[in-house]
């Protein structure tokens, strides 16, 4: 994430704002608990997980759907940010060991690599709208649940 990080800021383009938001973005991300991303949020929050989402409903009703210990060695690497004003975006890779229930799936041990894609909206120095999609196919492929094959 350093990389990420030296190439915002020594961009010359970007107002002062864009670099508090683009930090305010990576503090969320890098948070270790739901209740330590809610310090970087509007009251309500409720971000938009296309992708995921469509797991979801997959899962049986009474199946636990994602935590912490899903993944539990999770680690992200940064790929792109792009920032504008009030929006940030960027992509990231999503590296871990499936060790804990996954949407009903049962822990496989297997290793994970996942893209995903994120769109933040800032207001007053907190994340107001965001919206990621994940590559939910990789993912399934990755645990055993969908055959790989040629497309």
């Given at each position: 994430m350093t990389a990420i990080l030296d190439a915002v800021r020594d961009d010359p383009t970007l107002t002062e704002q864009e670099r508090a938001n683009v930090a305010l973005v990576l503090k969320f991300r890098t948070a270790s608990s739901l209740?330590?991303?809610?310090?970087?949020?509007?009251?309500?929050f409720k971000p938009s997980r296309i992708g995921m989402a469509n797991?979801?409903?997959?899962?049986?009703l009474d199946a636990p759907g994602y935590s912490a210990g899903s993944i539990p060695d999770r680690q992200e690497e940064f790929l792109d940010i792009i920032v504008r004003g009030n929006r940030v975006w960027a992509s990231w890779l999503v590296r871990g060991t499936h060790l804990g229930p996954l949407l009903g799936i049962a822990p496989t041990g297997r290793q994970v690599e996942v893209l995903e894609v994120g769109q933040w909206r800032i207001q007053n120095g907190l994340i107001a709208e965001a919206w990621f999609f994940v590559d939910e196919l990789a993912l399934l492929r990755q645990i055993g649940q969908w055959p790989v094959g040629d497309l």
């Open positions: 209740e330590e991303r809610r310090r970087y949020t509007v009251p309500g797991l979801f409903e997959t899962k049986p």
